[in-house]
């Protein structure tokens, strides 16, 4: 336990930010899962809409600094040459 004031409000605001960054990455690994799922049905019409959400689920987890910047890039780019492929 927190022997200051301020280390006791540090170790709180801690404990909400890992559920709230926890929250934000299951988030975009459930939205990247349906895009998967999609993307090996080949369901064209869902396509767009889920690469769509995809994208500004995973720039908001990287603006957030939850994921790297550099991985968010990685995903979306992988998975939108996946999804041009499966039209």
């Given at each position: 336990m ?86």
């Amino acid at each position: 336990m927190a022997n200051h004031k301020s280390a006791a409000k540090r170790a709180r605001q801690s404990i909400r930010k890992t559920a709230v960054n926890n929250a934000r990455k299951s988030t975009v690994k459930t939205v990247e899962k349906n895009l998967v799922k999609a993307i090996q049905a080949k369901d064209i019409k869902a396509l767009p809409e889920l690469m769509k959400k995809f994208t500004s689920q995973v720039m908001k987890a990287a603006k957030t600094g939850v994921i790297k910047k550099e991985t968010a890039s990685r995903k979306i780019s992988r998975l939108s040459s996946r999804a041009a492929a499966a039209k």
